[in-house]
T-cell receptor, first 113, second 114 residues
Framework: GESVGLHLPTLSVQEGDNSIINCAYS??????FIWYKQESGKGPQFIIDIRSNMDKRQGQRVTVLLNKTVKHLSLQIAATQPGDSAVYFCAENSGGSNYKLTFGKGTLLTVNP | DTEVTQTPKHLVMGMTNKKSLKCEQHMGHRAMYWYKQKAKKPPELMFV???????INESVPSRFSPECPNSSLLNLHLHALQPEDSALYLCASSKRDSLNTEAFFGQGTRLTVV
């Protein structure tokens, strides 16, 4: 299950299950959102993005949903694999024309074989 | 080539040292960024360069001094750092002529201040 507290939120799933990672963003004027995956000791890696004029976008095994009414973003990973274990960050462009990416707090996804 | 290359990968420096972090990209991106990331925390924006000019400074202490000598290179000069400045420093780049495109990140420089 998912836990939120003083430490990094965590989500633990079984291999083959679907994962849903949630993110609340801060700026109602943000017009672009990205999900990044960060493995230990590496830089963030782009997964999928979505513009504010969309509410859903699909990639390979991943889907991003955007609910602007409640400023909520989610990342769905289908058939989760051990290689998906990482920290996942949502990021919003809160700077308008200055393109300033602000990151959410992140969720640690652990996939159990 | 979709790489952002950062050097060095690891750096240990004393509080009186002067050192520089380097970042390079050859994707023709005209926006480049420095982020700081502490353990178990999200990356925090420090500086944004757009067309080689500093466009955003997130109130970063002057002991961090960025430089963008050309469209492919970004440096971060470090002087008189404190132990609390120890962190992973990430460089990123993105297209500037097309807003709302992904930012590509390097693997970071792990900095330890002793």
């Amino acid at each position: 299950g998912e836990s939120v507290g003083l430490h990094l939120p965590t989500l633990s799933v079984q291999e083959g299950d679907n994962s849903i990672i949630n993110c609340a963003y801060s700026n109602s004027a943000s017009d672009y959102f990205i999900w990044y995956k960060q493995e230990s000791g590496k830089g963030p890696q782009f997964i999928i993005d979505i513009r504010s004029n969309m509410d859903k976008r699909q990639g390979q095994r991943v889907t991003v949903l955007l609910n602007k009414t409640v400023k909520h973003l989610s990342l769905q990973i289908a058939a989760t694999q051990p290689g998906d274990s990482a920290v996942y960050f949502c990021a919003e462009n809160s700077g308008g024309s200055n393109y300033k990416l602000t990151f959410g707090k992140g969720t640690l996804l652990t996939v159990n074989p | 080539d979709t790489e952002v290359t950062q050097t060095p990968k690891h750096l240990v420096m004393g509080m009186t040292n002067k050192k520089s972090l380097k970042c390079e990209q050859h994707m023709g991106h005209r926006a480049m960024y420095w982020y700081k990331q502490k353990a178990k925390k999200p990356p925090e924006l420090m500086f944004v360069y757009s067309y080689e000019k500093l466009s955003i400074n997130e109130s970063v202490p002057s002991r961090f001094s960025p430089e963008c000598p050309n469209s492919s290179l970004l440096n971060l000069h470090l002087h008189a750092l404190q132990p609390e400045d120890s962190a992973l420093y990430l460089c990123a780049s993105s297209k500037r002529d097309s807003l709302n495109t992904e930012a590509f990140f390097g693997q970071g420089t792990r900095l330890t201040v002793v």
